[in-house]
């Protein structure tokens, strides 16, 4: 498939995971990322790993901070030209515990970065390139938006922020641009480790496909709901979960 041939996309926290999952997809269908991390090593390997300069850009910084926001975007409209998708992939979790032992600082960031940036990101894109053309944008959230998950309450609290988020956006910012979610269960990454590890064979009994997911997965469903093959879905929130909720299970 060619669905990204002469496109552009951003994708948030792309130096491995499902960032990069996401990059290498848009790339092998023909298109050109810019990608987004904290550590400027981990991004310069992300690019050799995509194939070089000429199809992926690099830009270091911290997803809520708007100066690095502001050089992300000019990077890709001065080297790429256009900007035809956003994925806000970035999200973190500092505190792993009881929800209400999360420290309001702590609690804040996770706002900071798993919300208020992907506002912020997705008013960016929009005045200076989808605004007056056209595009699309795609969250990546969580099944713990959907379900509770002990040990990350707060961080699922900021993903069920980030649902209604994405479907004000799709309200506002039609019909040139249209905004979707993917809400994933247990994704084997580094970030979810916590969730998984030293257990995977038994969590993997409760889905229905009888595994945990892959970068890739996600990938995959990020790349349709940011094609034209989903031109008239906009506003929705794909469950990504190998059928965990069917079972009951997260």
Same mark, same amino acid.
């Given at each position: 498939?060619n669905?990204?041939?002469?496109?552009? @996309? #951003?994708?948030?926290?792309?130096?491995?995971? +499902?960032? $990069?999952?996401? =990059?290498?997809?848009?790339? &092998? %269908?023909?298109?050109k990322?810019?990608?987004?991390?904290?550590?400027?090593?981990?991004?310069?390997? @992300? #690019?050799?790993?995509?194939?070089?300069?000429? +199809?992926? $850009?690099?830009? =270091?910084?911290?997803a809520? &901070? %708007?100066s690095?926001?502001?050089?992300?975007?000019?990077?890709?409209l001065?080297?790429?030209?256009?900007?035809?998708?956003?994925?806000?992939?970035?999200g +973190?979790?500092?505190?792993?515990?009881?929800?209400?032992?999360? %420290?309001y600082s702590?609690?804040?960031?996770?706002?900071?970065?798993?919300?208020?940036a992907?506002m912020?990101?997705?008013?960016?894109?929009?005045?200076?390139?989808?605004?007056?053309?056209?595009?699309?944008?795609?969250?990546?959230?969580?099944?713990?938006?959907?379900?509770?998950?002990?040990?990350?309450?707060?961080?699922?609290?900021?993903?069920?922020a980030?649902?209604?988020?994405?479907?004000?956006?799709?309200?506002?910012?039609?019909?040139?641009?249209?905004?979707?979610?993917?809400?994933?269960?247990?994704?084997?990454?580094?970030?979810?480790?916590?969730?998984?590890?030293g257990q995977?064979?038994?969590?993997?009994?409760?889905?229905?496909?009888?595994?945990?997911?892959?970068?890739?997965?996600?990938?995959?469903?990020?790349?349709?709901?940011?094609?034209?093959?989903?031109?008239?879905?906009?506003?929705?929130?794909?469950?990504?979960?190998?059928?965990?909720?069917?079972?009951?299970?997260?």
């Open positions: 498939m669905r990204y041939q002469d496109k552009v @996309a #951003i994708i948030t926290g792309a130096s491995r995971g +499902i960032g $990069l999952a996401i =990059a290498h997809r848009v790339i &092998d %269908e023909g298109g990322v810019v990608i987004t991390a904290r550590k400027a090593d981990a991004l310069e390997a @992300a #690019i050799l790993e995509l194939g070089g300069p000429d +199809i992926a $850009l690099g830009v =270091a910084g911290s809520d &901070d %708007e690095h926001q502001d050089q992300a975007v000019a990077g890709a001065d080297v790429f030209k256009r900007i035809d998708l956003l994925v806000n992939n970035c +973190i979790n500092p505190h792993y515990g009881d929800l209400l032992d999360v %420290e702590a609690a804040k960031k996770i706002f900071d970065v798993n919300v208020m992907t912020r990101w997705t008013k960016k894109v929009t005045e200076s390139w989808m605004g007056s053309n056209e595009g699309a944008v795609v969250n990546v959230a969580s099944l713990a938006g959907i379900k509770p998950e002990t040990g990350i309450g707060m961080y699922g609290v900021s993903k069920a980030l649902f209604q988020l994405t479907r004000q956006l799709a309200v506002e910012l039609g019909p040139n641009i249209r905004v979707n979610a993917v809400a994933p269960a247990v994704v084997k990454t580094r970030f979810a480790e916590k969730l998984f590890v995977e064979e038994e969590l993997a009994k409760r889905y229905a496909v009888g595994r945990l997911g892959e970068p890739e997965d996600v990938a995959a469903a990020v790349a349709f709901l940011g094609s034209s093959d989903a031109a008239w879905i906009t506003g929705q929130i794909l469950t990504l979960d190998g059928g965990v909720t069917l079972t009951g299970g997260f």
